[in-house]
C-alpha cells in the first residue's frame, strides 16, 4: 500500500491564481481531512469527509473548496490565491474517524 | 472553540533520560487522545493513542491519560538523538469526525 499520497510536493502560486492540490488514499478509509500548518502552529482542519459525496467544513474554510466523488480521492481547490494561504498542507485518513495517518504534505507558497 | 495546550519547548534531555511530554485539553467530552511525532519538514506520525484512564506503554513509549485532570502525557524511555522532533498532542472533537491538534512540543535529545 502506499498509503496517502499527494501531489504537487512544492507550488509556487502568484496571487489571484487558482490550483487543486491532489490527495489519494489506498486503504479504503471513509474519513479523509484538509490541513494546514503554519509555522510553529499546529494543525488547523479545513475541511473533512465521512464518505463519498459527503464534506464538512473545519475550523478554517474560508477561500478553499473540497469535494469527495470517490472513496480515495479527496483534491482541495484553492480559488484567488492569497499570500495567507502559504502553508503547508497534509491530508489524513482514516477508517475509525481517530487515528489519522498523513500524506507527505503539499508546501504552498503564494507570491 | 475546544483547546489543546502544550508547552512549546524546546524540551532538552540527555541520551538515556526520560522525557516527559505533557498535555492539557478543554473539553471534558474528549475520548480519544494521541500522540504524533513530527520531524522537521515531514508529516505527522502516530506513536500512541490511548482511549481510558492509566498508562499504555509500547516500547520505549508510554502514554498516560487522566481525564478527571483532563491531562495527557507521554514518556520516552532511554531516549535517543533519533526521538528530536516536535510531538503534537491530538484530542478527538466534540463532532466525532476530527481532531483537535496542540501547537506541539519540540523535543532535543542531546548525545
Known amino acids: 500500500n502506499a498509503g496517502v499520497t499527494q501531489t504537487p510536493k512544492f507550488r509556487i502560486l502568484k496571487i489571484g491564481q487558482s490550483m487543486t492540490l491532489q490527495c489519494t488514499q489506498d486503504?479504503?478509509?471513509?474519513?479523509m481531512y484538509w490541513y494546514r500548518q503554519d509555522p510553529g502552529m499546529g494543525l488547523k482542519l479545513i475541511y473533512y469527509?465521512?464518505?463519498?459525496?459527503?464534506?464538512d467544513k473545519g475550523e478554517v474554510p474560508n477561500g478553499y473548496n473540497v469535494s469527495r466523488s470517490t472513496t480515495e480521492d479527496f483534491p482541495l481547490r484553492l480559488e484567488l490565491a492569497a499570500p495567507s494561504q502559504t502553508s503547508v498542507y497534509f491530508c489524513?485518513?482514516?477508517?475509525?474517524?481517530?487515528?489519522?495517518?498523513f500524506g507527505p504534505g503539499t508546501r504552498l507558497t503564494v507570491t | 472553540q475546544k483547546e489543546v495546550e502544550q508547552n512549546s519547548g524546546p524540551l532538552s534531555v540527555p541520551e538515556g533520560a526520560i522525557a516527559s511530554l505533557n498535555c492539557t485539553y478543554s473539553?471534558?467530552?474528549?475520548?480519544?487522545f494521541f500522540w504524533y511525532r513530527q520531524y522537521s519538514g515531514k508529516s505527522p506520525e502516530l506513536i500512541m493513542s490511548?482511549?481510558?484512564?492509566g498508562d499504555k506503554e509500547d516500547g520505549r513509549f508510554t502514554a498516560q491519560l487522566n481525564k478527571a485532570s483532563q491531562y495527557v502525557s507521554l514518556l520516552i524511555r532511554d531516549s535517543q538523538p533519533s526521538d528530536s522532533a516536535t510531538y503534537l498532542c491530538?484530542?478527538?472533537?466534540?463532532?466525532?469526525?476530527?481532531?483537535?491538534f496542540g501547537k506541539g512540543t519540540s523535543l532535543l535529545v542531546t548525545p
Open positions: 489524513a485518513s482514516t477508517a475509525l474517524a481517530h487515528e489519522q495517518y
Open positions: 486503504m479504503n478509509h471513509n474519513y
Open positions: 469527509s465521512v464518505g463519498a459525496g459527503i464534506t
Open positions: 473539553d471534558r467530552g474528549s475520548q480519544s
Open positions: 490511548i482511549y481510558s484512564n
Open positions: 491530538a484530542v478527538n472533537s466534540n463532532s466525532g469526525y476530527a481532531l483537535n
